[in-house]
């Protein structure tokens, strides 16, 4: 398995993925294992379109029919009848809260310690502020150079107002994060989940190295929640974010997930104070003065619509057992690789996520030299993933709603598209912006 | 007429009004103005529920049918059916490009100078942060202390990355805002409808004042846009903000616009630098590079559900005349302000809103004791305003969908809960979360 492009800090996998070899799944029948699949209910929940494999749930979850109706009460019901009476008689102006509340449990938090507003990069901004601001004097952020790109930008926009204080890449000024992470480390900012790679990091690991350094830490949780069990709480996490429009399936854009450990809660400083972060926001009093913990990261009005649309989705899982989500989750992930590899192997196909369970979140990607019109042609034939620059395919496998004949079945025709190479249509090469 | 406790700034005004009365419509026939208002037919675009006169369009706008009708679609056809693929199909990734455009003309802005995204508060932020750092060395943000507070708040935030940058409001450190402004004003923040007396200012005027002083202008649009024509190309304003929820009836907490003139879109610097604000955010590269001009104000993923419905609200408005609506606007508050005057001039009610056409929005506002109890009981019996602290009951007037008997209506109600003093019922005392 050669890494190509894909930072250094991959190199370590190699080495622990050839030693710790799974037993193939290439030989099971998917059919029995859709049989004796505790999740397979869970499919019935969600609106999935015809003749498609949909393996981009880690990038944009699919409909559930909770969160549609959800949605048509807020339109129909509560804005156009309830007008602006649904602030208070829908819940809307409590609703940040009550998602953060609902979210809670998957990411191992007790209550109080999140709120649903904004966006992951914006939230992020707040708590990285945040996170300077607890350890004045420091004068680095660390994080990874293979983040997804987001986080480094906004990380630098708040660099930029604590003087002297810079940026810290792993796979850029140094090898690994561990290298970089010392006493003049502020604050480091992890993703969970390799957004490219679809490597899970060490949480409660890193989170400790990063203490026993005295810095904080800012976990991002947009690949793994919804995916796996999360212990924030356990693993003495200081900060993190999510997105809930991956496997949460909240909806395009629905707005993003923010944690503060209870102990950070007197001490929370951002600057992006707004009205709905305000102690009494229709005292409309001159001065700024926050409200308790997580509460003052709100900003303004929320979107609602999408806000209620993904209080839909998140009705569905308040009865998901956890580690059986995970279970399968791997076992798709396996299995994936297994047949890739048992039938594959004569294409130049690298795939870069490991097979250690225990590095890996919910995605598969593949290195490949023409990825981007090969993701075309399995779209046009049902098979629905996606591509990132410059050379890989990445595939998303969601314990909620896909099945292993949706597994074999997308192999199937990846196998069809490279032996036919279909995939060299010149209508594939063509850029579409969202790519 | 007292202006309690109102700010100073209003001092002015009392004067103006009371040499320059309109010849009141009191006695008008309701009926014989609405069969001459050639906006009439604009009422049946809306979802109205029943036994309701909706006189917080001002908070709130209410659905109409073509907004309810992108939001399903956007639901069922974009998401549930195209799923990642529309972000390409149906026009997503555009979508806060399409919507600045389609609000351009009612703003007076030519093209290429507005974009959707985030809040008002957060574009608040990113607009001051960006009028700053044009004019580096200035001491002050210049604003009114009447500001709706959010507005305060946000820039107390953005002073803070500022040394020596300091926040200077008239209504405290001085009566008026041009008292405040001059050699030292990097940038004056006004409002360009006061959200709670619905004084509107002199966009033109105070624009030259500060750029005499070599100082910039952020107008915040919130209370404006929608109810009046505006002209922010002609009156030479470098930045505005502006809210899609109220006037343009959006949807609740509808991503808000944000409008930067031409001649500063080469120095745009703005700290919250997200992947969607970048150059080129599908090619994932490590340093921020910004997007041209509005473009770069873009941080990340937003609400789409709810960009859709707003982008359906828009379609509406596309056949308005804003010089018919202006003119509307000015007969449904004047109306309003010459029945209560004509009919409830026994209780001590004293409306703080200019008679004076120019000098005011689409709102009129009272100031009465027992606001809230009043405001309360008044939503009971269906005629449903708001109430703003400490004693302001606020009635927005909004010309696409109410008519002159709407407003006969409204009066004849307040008359009887005043007559019958209902509103003393201790139900109408106890507060709501959001009042």
Redesign the interface.
Known sequence: MSLGGIASTFKFLREITMTTPNASMANLDPVQLDEKDSLRHMRQRF?L?ED?I?L?GN??G??SHAA?AA??QA??E????G??????TAG???LPKTLGTRIAPLVGAAPEQLIVC?????NL?KLLHAALTLRPGRRHIVAE?SS???D???A???A??FPGVELK?SG?DADTLEELIDEDTAVVLINHVDY?SGVLQNMAALTATAHQAGALVVWDLCHSVGAMPIELDACQVDFAVGCT?KYLNG?????ALAYVAHRHHSHLDQ????????AR????????TPAPGVQSLQ?????????R?LDGALSDWAEVDLQALRKKSLQLTQYFMDLVGARLSAYPLQCITPKEPKLRGSQVSIQFEHAYPLVQAL?ARGV?G?F??PDVMRFGFTPLYLGFEDVARAVDILQELLETEAWQDPAYAVR????
């Open positions: 609106h379109p498609v949909y981009d990038s944009l699919p409909a549609l949605l048509k339109a129909h509560e804005w156009a009848e007008l602006i009476r649904s602030w208070n809307w102006f409590n904004d966006t992951v990069t914006l901004y150079a997804f790109p987001t480094l930008y906004i630098q926009g708040v930029r107002h890449l850029r490219r429009y909806g395009p854009g629905a707005p600057p992006l104070a707004g009205w709905w972060g305000h926001p229709f005292d409309f009093e001159t001065d700024f900003t303004s009005t929320q979107a609602m619509l999408s806000m649309c779209i629905i996606d990132r620059a579409q912006a969202v790519t």
